[in-house]
């Protein structure tokens, strides 16, 4: 049975990068292939892992809206749709990603969520683990982007506003009683130690701080020369912090670790 990844936080927390390091350790570990999914309207998680990423959810939905008129005779919209949903999928040797991307004009992403979460529902025996990079903020965890999986990671930075952010989510979860079984919080580009006001903000909101992933400067190069993430060395100090995380989610016996 396939096991799922998401993440959760606010704003520039680095979500995206972290989803990257998971994915590296998964396929370093021999857990492949791995299917990405980035939920994020603004998608780069593409470029993150070195994929050539295609057309988005969001954009098959406005194509199909426009053609749907011109559907080949003997298909039915639904199996027109899920043809053209497939060419979505950019494949590569060890990683498969999907990317939701921006619905059509102005107003909420509700229809392509929908419709992303079905295909996922339909890929996901496939593949024995997804990791799926979702947008800044709760929205996603109020609409169901996310309603069904197996470890969510609550990324922060080291802020008094990452904090209640992080609290912010913890209570979304209770109230809406989402089915996570599962879920870690992770301080990330930590310099020095936990300033003892955000260890407050957290004790108050009943969270605690598995891993602490250091400002690495090697993350920052690679971003500055476009290289994937998932080709960072052993080295790198962010990949090192990843790993007490990854034996976290490896062991799927230990629940609600935060």
């Known amino acids: 049975m396939s096991y799922t990844i998401a993440f959760a936080g606010k704003g ?61 005779s003997g298909l039915t919209k639904g199996a027109y749709l899920e043809m053209r949903l497939n060419d979505t999928i950019a494949e590569s040797s060890n990683v498969d990603l999907i990317a939701m991307g921006r619905s059509e004009g ?4 509700c229809y392509p969520n929908t419709v992303l979460r079905k295909f996922i529902d339909e890929l996901l025996p496939n593949y024995p683990y997804m990791v799926m990079d979702n947008e800044a903020g709760l929205e996603h965890l109020s609409r169901g982007t996310t309603e069904r999986i197996d470890h969510l990671i609550i990324i922060m930075d080291h802020s008094i506003k990452g904090a209640r952010t992080a609290g912010r989510i913890l209570d ?49 190069q690679y971003d500055l020369e476009r290289r994937p993430l998932i080709d960072l060395p052993q080295s790198s100090p962010a990949v090192k912090a990843l790993e007490s995380v990854m034996q976290n989610i490896l062991n799927r016996e230990v629940e609600n670790d935060s």
């Not at 310099?191 to 891993?211: F, N, R, T, Y």
């Open 172 to 220: 979304l979860i209770k109230e809406l009683k989402l089915n996570i079984k599962r879920r870690s919080l992770i301080i990330n580009r930590m310099e020095g130690g936990l300033d003892p006001s955000i260890a407050k903000e957290l004790e108050g909101a009943g969270l605690k701080p598995g891993v602490f992933i250091p400002a690495d400067e090697t993350v920052i």
């Open 12 to 72: 520039g927390t680095g979500k995206t990068t972290v989803a990257s390091l998971v994915i590296r350790s998964l396929i370093n570990r021999g857990l492949k292939p791995v299917l990405a999914v980035d939920a994020d309207a603004n998608a780069n998680l593409a470029e993150s892992l070195g994929i050539e990423a295609g057309e988005t959810v969001g954009q098959v939905l406005a194509s199909f809206n426009e053609s749907k008129l011109k559907i080949p």
């Open 106 to 109: 102005s107003g909420c992403y």
